[in-house]
């Protein structure tokens, strides 16, 4: 098995719907995704000052097979997850073919 093999086999194991991952829609779109809200609401704390005051953030952070993604994540795209809520993409990062996409949703 090669290195890429290997890598390949544990990016399976970590989307696992019976371990960590769930089956989102993301853009109309059913993938599966390892959801982490509590560190994404801990980035956003940090990044938050009185200017933000009376304005009610969602965050959460994806974590998606690259070739799941209808198209290519950018900073500052947007995105419909599981077909309610628009969420803003603040960072990406892909490692290992995992997409980790960090996005916000801002209501007043």
């Not at 290997?6 to 696992?16: G, K, M, S, T």
């Not at 995704?33 to 959460?60: F, M, P, Q, Y």
């Not at 990062?93 to 007043?108: D, H, K």
Request: glycine share 8%.
């Amino acid at each position: 098995m090669s290195f890429k093999d290997q890598i390949a086999a544990d990016r399976d194991v970590f989307l696992n719907l019976q371990e960590f991952a769930e089956t989102i829609t993301y853009d109309g779109v059913s993938i599966t995704a390892v959801i982490d809200r509590d560190l994404a609401r801990e980035r956003v704390a940090k990044r938050l000052n009185e200017r933000t005051e009376g304005i009610w953030v969602d965050a959460l952070i994806l974590f998606v097979k690259a070739e799941s993604l209808p198209k290519k994540p950018f900073v500052g795209g947007k995105f419909v997850f599981n077909g309610k809520r628009v969420f803003y993409i603040t960072d990406v990062q892909l490692q290992g073919g995992i997409y980790c996409i960090e996005a916000g949703a801002n209501e007043a």
